[in-house]
């Protein structure tokens, strides 16, 4: 039998307001992708699961009649809420709890999204509660974007990870205030998907350019379980003046650009 895990609410202490700040966003080709695939028209509902400060569910929700949206950060739906206030947008429902918890109580569905955050997730309960809710037109689709600095080939991305690891070790730190270990995903979430009762999947990639400073890529860092600004107690001004030399020293002008894919990875009900 599967169990529930216990959510870690230190996983993204404190990084609420940077996150909607410094996080790459979707551009708006990635919804208007999804639009056309599920013929979306303004009719139907949106269920967004980890959804952060509402990244997707915010520019999503003019497509939609209404939509829920669900994280187990409290500071996370708070930012969320004031953002979506922001945007003007007053069709979202925010939920605080965690994904393996939906039921038929929140009602059906023409889509669910998922933008990183399925590892975080209990994933084989997820699927079968995102199979449950989903009309028989509908689907779900989880978006990632590809600017990991731990997979980078970027000389400035490299440098950035040398001196977070000068400063919390070697290994890629997550949750436990900075205790824990990051383990790889194990099986990929292709796999587990295509062992679901989900009927098929494919992947569509948008591709676009991103521009950083030395400023926003500190504040990005800290939006990430890895090197949350937490992590570095005493040595926050240490920390960041390494880092700034370490990036200058790459690119002088401070100034970094990177050209970014944006893939979704679609999944059909039948």
């Known amino acids: 039998m599967k169990t529930l895990p216990t959510y870690d609410p230190t996983l993204f202490e404190g990084a609420a307001e940077s996150y909607a700040q410094y996080r790459t966003k979707y551009p708006s080709e990635v919804f208007a992708k999804l639009t056309e695939i599920f013929h979306i028209n303004g009719q139907g509902r949106l269920l967004d699961l980890g959804c952060g400060p509402g ?24 930012e969320a809420k004031r953002q979506a206030q922001i945007a003007g947008r007053n069709n979202i429902t925010w939920l605080e709890q965690g994904a393996e918890l939906i039921n038929s109580s929140l009602g059906e569905f023409k889509l669910v999204t998922i933008g990183r955050a399925f590892h975080w997730m209990q994933r084989e309960i997820v699927l079968e509660r995102i199979y449950e809710l989903l009309s028989d037109d509908g689907g779900f689709v989880l978006l990632n974007t590809n600017e990991n600095p731990w997979e980078s080939s970027l000389p400035w991305k490299q440098a950035a990870i040398r001196i977070v690891k000068k400063w919390l070790g070697e290994e890629r730190r997550t949750g436990q205030r900075g ?20 009927a098929r999947q494919e992947v569509y990639e948008v591709s676009f350019e991103k521009s950083w400073t030395v400023s926003s890529y500190l504040g990005y860092l800290y939006t990430t379980a890895f090197a949350l600004k937490i992590f570095f107690g005493d040595n926050v001004e240490p920390f960041e003046a390494d880092l700034k030399q370490a990036l200058l020293e790459v690119e002088p002008s401070g100034n970094f650009t990177e050209e970014i894919t944006a893939s979704l990875r679609v999944v059909w009900k039948h």
């Open 179 to 198: 205790k824990g270990i990051r383990t790889p995903v194990d099986p990929p979430h292709e796999v587990l998907i295509a062992q679901s009762a989900f």
């Open 55 to 78: 990244l997707i569910a915010i520019p999503l929700s003019n497509q939609f009649q209404e939509v829920i949206a669900v994280d187990p950060d409290p500071d996370m739906i708070e």
